[in-house]
């Protein structure tokens, strides 16, 4: 009874109160930052004061560099033990105060996960690492064997637990970065975009995980993501934050309401449907969507299980003619269709790994990119991806088959950081050349800047120019410009900015191949889709069949309608009947 | 890319045994390479390692260390012929080299390099076999309560040396992929970047220790040893009224201290004994005949084939048994 009397009475999760931080010298501030830019140095927090309670599921909500990684690392200790600065106000964790405590401390209370699990295991074996944790608080061996094996089991990961954690993939990786974080059971879990390197379907998991932890195991979770529509379902309140403060707290649904009219940026496809559409109230998930429509269609007299297509599509009518499509994104030829391709691969396989592993990575891939095309080439982690772009770019030699580009070809591998060497932009991108690439990228105004000092979205340009100097010629652009998960840790404002560049490099004529995780980006920018399994082109096709004709490689808007061709909001507006005639 | 020296999680008696067990046999191997210098002795060491690492999985490991072990012999060879003048038996007059003078190959000088490289190659493979069967993670957890701050160096190194490897291996591709009118990367900016990346880096890795509690060591707790599927489990009850509050204390467990051994530690443990015993006895037997100079003279005694025979048969202890 006294431990029930406890777990009853016991204080808020995570209570902040009037928390003000500021990092220290701003060269201190950018050595200390997160990796990938997680955090804009200039924007601390600023009188956050919020309370979560026991067994909330909170989402933190923002755009890039609000402040929402300060935050976790606030309630968590590590700001300011690790990082310095000036900070003013609280922060209480299950009562402890994690100012005075610091990360050591707190870890009994709060567990953490980070946006790169790179950097989150610290020992050779997943084993190891989950039992850590346990051992350094000195809990015996037989509950640490309990421990061990309760959140293994609960993670679903014990045929990961005798491997080696050089082994794992990205989405395993996380996934023993919060056994470990996990494993003491914590009341607090504090998770930053932790799916930001998961395919849909492992992205999904995780959600739908954190959620079953917290229904059953009553943990609190505050939650930072950039891609809202994964986890608003999941979620029962969302904080947004802004500058550094806290422009919204409250239910998701009254959340998408202030969205609209605050930042719409931080729209789930779902709800820029139904906003596009003039229906209400705005859906926070695809069940919620498709009840709220299926009520609509019941009221219209439609009958039982016709499903949403309130207003049947004219025969005529095409994808592209929807209302707020833009005319030049579908239905135009790209230029330059009767040159020869921007790169044709034939037979294309290729062999990675060790000696007693080594495995088929790509089998027999075909595919032919046309220059102006924009291609997004979609799978889950492993599918080969990555290899392909990498094979193509001749970074790895195929083991049989060929690829052929017509002119040079750029690649922007996974993080920007790794092309930037020097210490001014100009150092990096000398002479005509350089100012060339640096003019197509929108970069010419900084060339006296530190690529450090710039923001992620202008890092990952810069970057762009770094593979591009050399290879255009005047302004015209090389055969294929290829980008490698672009899109890991932006927020939906930036997303469209990068859709814009790829835009303006196809309509220059370079074929634009993007190897992502994200439908919602690739809805935006794609002509067409090539998604690959294990090694293999399993769909290539228009955009519009690929991503509405599935469970995960669908957008949220094919999700809700379930209708051919329909994959934007844009796109689906026009397919439901204005509110009036409901 | 991995390297074929890194641990790799197996099922064998190696690789479930203590890091103590494995240190005492493949210890005691080394121990006669660097009592012995009988050519016989130090070829069975070799190929007893060589065993032990077949034996227990690592074969990729045994083919690295003695592909670089035989090229570090090759070398050790070369300049010890060179070097050294002593020697009846001459081979080669090489005439008058800067530095070095006149400069005349005998056999002796080469068995002596022979047998100075045959030791270094037999460490680095039993070296070998150590790091590809015996979890780091366990050996970390065995020196955190002698020397809990080399035990915290260690793991960040442990933890930095991989990440740094897949830090350089991104950048040198990304130099690959810079465009022609780009700087170029160059080892200096390399360098600087690696240097810098890898300070973020450890700032990282020390951020998630301190969150894992590193800070919290209790020695006493952590000498509980890893739980593997072999393990055998022996229960007794603390008593200690001071004992500190454990987290898992809702689970009811707490104040149950387990011990974890390997049923294979005790195999490990009496081999490497029996070896190290068989070798000072061969010693004191004269097992050990071989003089390389003026001639080369190699004891082939009872004593040395009696001893040779049995650390042959000692490679194969990592073999598992049948049941």
Redesign the interface.
């Known amino acids: 009874m006294p431990e029930l009397d406890v777990r009853i009475r016991a204080a808020p999760a995570l209570e902040v109160r009037s928390l003000s931080y500021s990092y220290p010298t701003a060269a201190e501030r950018s050595r200390h930052s997160p990796p990938h830019g997680a955090v804009d140095v200039g924007c601390a927090l600023r009188d956050v004061s919020l309370t979560l309670a026991p067994g909330e599921f909170a989402l933190l909500a923002g755009r890039s560099a609000c402040g929402k990684t300060t935050l976790l690392r606030a309630a968590c200790g590590l700001v300011p033990h690790f990082h310095g600065g000036e900070i003013e106000g609280s922060v209480l964790v299950a009562g402890q105060d994690a100012i005075s405590g610091g990360p050591g401390e707190m870890a009994a209370a709060v567990g953490y996960v980070a946006q790169d699990p790179e950097t989150q295991v610290v020992s050779t074996t997943v084993a190891a690492e989950i039992e850590l944790p346990l051992e350094m608080r000195g809990a015996s061996a037989a509950s640490r064997a309990r421990a061990f094996e309760e959140v293994a089991l609960a993670l679903a990961i014990p045929h990961l637990l005798d491997r080696t954690v050089d082994t794992l993939s990205g989405g395993e990786l996380q996934r023993v970065a919060l056994a470990a974080a996990l494993v003491t059971r914590p009341q607090l879990v504090l998770l930053d975009e932790p799916t930001s390197q998961l395919d849909p379907v492992a992205g999904d998991e995780l959600i739908w995980l954190l959620r079953r932890l917290n229904e059953e195991w009553g943990v609190t979770i505050l939650l930072a993501e950039h891609r809202l529509e994964r986890c608003l379902a999941a979620a029962d309140r969302v904080i947004a934050m802004d500058s550094g403060a806290i422009a919204f707290d409250g239910p998701p649904r009254d959340f998408l309401a202030w969205a609209q009219q605050a930042d719409i940026a931080l729209e789930t496809p779902a709800a820029r449907l139904f906003s596009l559409a003039g229906l209400n109230p705005l859906p926070v998930g695809v069940r919620d969507a498709r009840a709220q429509l299926g009520r609509v269609a019941a009221r219209r007299g439609a009958p039982p299980g016709s499903g949403v297509s309130f207003s049947p599509q004219p025969q005529s009518r095409t994808a592209a003619e929807s209302p707020g499509e833009k005319p030049s994104k579908r239905g135009t030829p790209p230029p330059g269709r009767q040159d020869p391709p921007a790169a044709a691969i034939r037979d294309l396989w290729v062999e990675l790994g060790e000696a007693d592993t080594r495995r088929d990575v790509l089998k027999g891939v075909e595919l032919s990119i046309e220059r102006g095309e924009r291609v997004a080439l979609m799978g889950r982690n492993g599918a080969g991806k990555s290899t392909l772009l990498r094979t193509i770019a001749g970074l790895v030699d195929p083991a049989r088959g060929k690829t052929e580009t017509a002119g040079e070809i750029a690649l922007l591998t996974q993080n920007p950081s790794d092309y930037l060497v020097r210490e001014r932009v100009r150092e990096e991108l000398p002479g005509d050349e350089g100012l060339a690439a640096l003019r197509v990228v929108g970069l010419e105004h900084v060339l006296e800047a530190d690529p450090r000092d710039l923001s992620g979205g202008e890092r990952q340009r810069l970057a762009l120019a770094i593979a591009l100097a050399g290879r255009m010629e005047g302004d015209e652009l090389p055969g294929l410009v290829a980008l490698d998960e672009p899109t890991r840790g932006m927020d939906r404002s930036r997303k469209a900015d990068l859709v814009e560049l790829i835009e303006s490099l196809a309509a220059r004529g370079a074929g634009v191949i993007v190897a992502t995780h994200d439908v919602e980006f690739s809805a935006a920018f794609a002509q067409r889709v090539v998604l690959l399994g294990d090694g293999v082109v399993i769909a290539d096709g228009e955009a519009t069949e690929i991503l509405s004709g599935g469970w995960y490689f669908a957008t949220e808007v094919a999700r809700i309608l379930d209708l051919p061709g329909v994959i934007t909001p844009e796109q689906g507006a026009g397919r439901l009947d204005p509110p009036e005639a409901t | 890319?991995?390297s074929?020296f890194?641990?790799?999680?197996r099922r064998g008696p190696l690789q479930e045994a203590s890091p103590g067990a494995a240190v005492a046999y493949l210890g005691s191997l080394v121990a006669v390479a660097f009592l012995y210098s009988n050519p016989v002795v130090l070829a069975a060491v070799g190929v007893a390692a060589a065993l032990a690492g077949w034996s227990a999985g690592a074969g990729?490991a045994v083919r690295a260390a003695l592909r670089m072990g035989l090229t570090l012999a090759l070398l050790i060879v070369i300049v010890n012929a060179l070097v050294v003048d002593r020697g009846e038996t001459v081979l080669l007059r090489l005439g008058e080299w800067p530095l070095l003078g006149r400069v005349d190959v005998t056999a002796e000088a080469l068995a002596a390099g022979a047998a100075i490289g045959l030791r270094a190659a037999v460490a680095m493979v039993a070296f070998a076999v150590y790091s590809a069967c015996v979890?780091?993670?366990?050996v970390l957890?065995a020196l955190r309560p002698l020397a809990g701050r080399s035990a915290l160096t260690a793991?960040?190194i442990?933890?930095l040396v991989?990440?740094a490897a897949?830090d350089a291996a991104?950048?040198r591709?990304?130099g690959?992929?810079?465009?022609?009118?780009?700087?170029p990367?160059g080892r200096a900016?390399?360098a600087?970047?690696l240097l810098t990346g890898s300070?973020?880096?450890a700032?990282?890795?020390?951020?998630?220790?301190?969150?894992?509690?590193?800070?919290?060591?209790?020695p006493?707790?952590?000498r509980?040893?890893?739980?593997g599927r072999s393990d055998r489990?022996t229960?007794k009850k603390?008593r200690s009224p001071h004992?500190?509050p454990?987290?898992?204390a809702?689970?009811g467990?707490?104040?149950?201290?387990?011990?974890?051994k390997s049923r294979h530690d005790r195999r490990f443990y009496v081999i490497g004994a029996v070896v190290l015993a068989a070798a000072i006895a061969g010693k004191a037997l004269g097992a050990d005949g071989f003089h390389e100079y003026p001639t080369i003279e190699v004891g082939l005694s009872a004593s040395t084939i009696a001893l040779s025979a049995l650390v042959v048969l000692v490679g194969l202890a990592p073999r598992r048994r049948r049941a």
Do not use: I, K, Q
Not at chain 2, 253 to 260: E, H, S
């Open positions: 890319m991995r074929p890194a641990y790799t999680p990729s979890d780091p993670d366990r957890r793991t960040l442990s933890r991989p990440v897949a991104r950048l591709d990304a690959r992929l810079r465009g022609p009118a780009a700087s990367l900016a390399l600087r970047r300070l973020d880096r700032v990282d890795v020390a951020a998630t220790l301190e969150l894992r509690g590193y800070g919290l060591t209790r006493d707790a952590a509980g040893g890893v739980l489990v229960h603390v004992r500190p454990c987290v898992l809702p689970l467990l707490a104040r149950a201290r387990f011990r974890f």
